[in-house]
């Protein structure tokens, strides 16, 4: 394979990705790297098919620095601190966990428990 690149979309954003043949995937994938096999599924596959597919490929050099660069954000501990007694704002929030006020507010919104000072007055 020609080390080819890949540009895959999903709901976490775009990963790029870097064609491998097999060798070099199980070299990446023995020294701890995240190896993806990219196969077309639909409903006329079989397990041979899956057993004989090609197409290994993992993260660009590039991709795997920007990524590492990324903070983690536990969603679930956000929505737990706000709803917790006694309330806690948004900066509090985001001060405790090292992150911005306007991140914990953004996922305040997507869960639908976010309420807005300005607007309840």
């Known amino acids: 394979m020609g080390g080819r690149i890949c540009r895959l979309a999903d709901e976490g954003g775009e990963l790029m990705l870097k064609e491998l043949d097999m060798k070099s995937a199980v070299d990446r994938a023995w020294n701890g790297d995240n190896i993806y096999l990219l196969i077309k599924l639909d409903d006329q596959t079989t397990v041979r098919d899956l057993a004989c597919a090609g197409g290994f490929c993992s993260r660009t050099e590039e991709e795997k620095a920007t990524r590492s660069n990324v903070k983690r954000i536990d969603h679930g501990r956000i929505v737990a601190l706000d709803t917790a007694e006694p309330p ?3 900066q509090w929030i985001a001060d405790d966990l090292g992150i911005s006020a306007q991140t914990v507010i953004n996922h305040l919104k997507k869960e639908g428990i976010y309420k807005d000072k ?4």
């Not at 300005?118 to 007055?121: G, I």
């Open 88 to 90: 806690r704002s948004p």
């Open 118 to 121: 300005e607007a309840s007055e």
